[in-house]
């Protein structure tokens, strides 16, 4: 990951610079299971005294407090509060019923259904069983009859399909 932030930093340099623009890196992980240890700085050097260091903030959601992102009222964040720090279960409920009370001049029915879609993508990570993620959907009111529940129904089936076979295959 380093390397790759020093790639992107590298590359918007020019714009930041011409514009003058405030600009700060920062890797987000996701899921405990998956983290290497991530020092959040690369340092380079060469021959002929040259050098780069590149330094970013690590943020590691499941570290991370809930309340501040459920007090933001921002739509676009509840989807990775499953994540953070806390119970599982009860983040997927209250991220969930607060991301269908938006008001629908903040997300429209269209933009609700993609983020409650990759809400409970992400909430497999926590949530390993199925039936008690969806059963977790319904608690937070996507009802059975909304076209979104089915919506989600298929995909978080087909998510766990998904990982059941790259989990066989690298058993292998």
């Not at 930041?16 to 998956?34: A, E, G, R, S, W």
């Not at 240890?37 to 690590?58: A, K, M, N």
């Not at 990759?118 to 059963?135: F, G």
């Given at each position: ?11 918007l340099l020019r714009t ?29 050097s060469g021959p002929f005294g040259w ?122």
């Amino acid at each position: 990951m380093p390397f790759r932030v020093a790639e992107y930093s590298a590359f918007l340099l020019r714009t930041i610079c011409t514009h003058q623009l405030p600009f700060t890196c920062m890797v987000i992980y996701l899921d405990p299971k998956v983290y290497r240890h991530d020092p959040g700085r690369i340092d380079l050097s060469g021959p002929f005294g040259w050098s780069h260091r590149t330094e970013y903030q690590v943020l590691k959601l499941w570290e991370m407090d809930p309340a501040p992102i459920l007090a933001m009222a921002s739509p676009g964040l509840l989807r990775f509060v499953p994540l953070m720090r806390g119970q599982p279960e009860a983040l997927v409920v209250e991220s969930a019923r607060r991301l269908i009370l938006t008001p629908a001049s903040t997300a429209g029915i269209e933009d609700k259904r993609e983020l409650l879609k990759i809400l409970s993508s992400l909430a497999t990570r926590v949530v390993q069983d199925p039936s008690r993620l969806q059963q977790l959907l319904k608690e937070a009111g996507v009802m059975e009859n909304n076209d979104v529940y089915e919506a989600l129904s298929r995909e978080v089936g087909e998510i766990f399909a998904s990982r059941r076979a790259a989990t066989s295959t690298l058993a292998r």
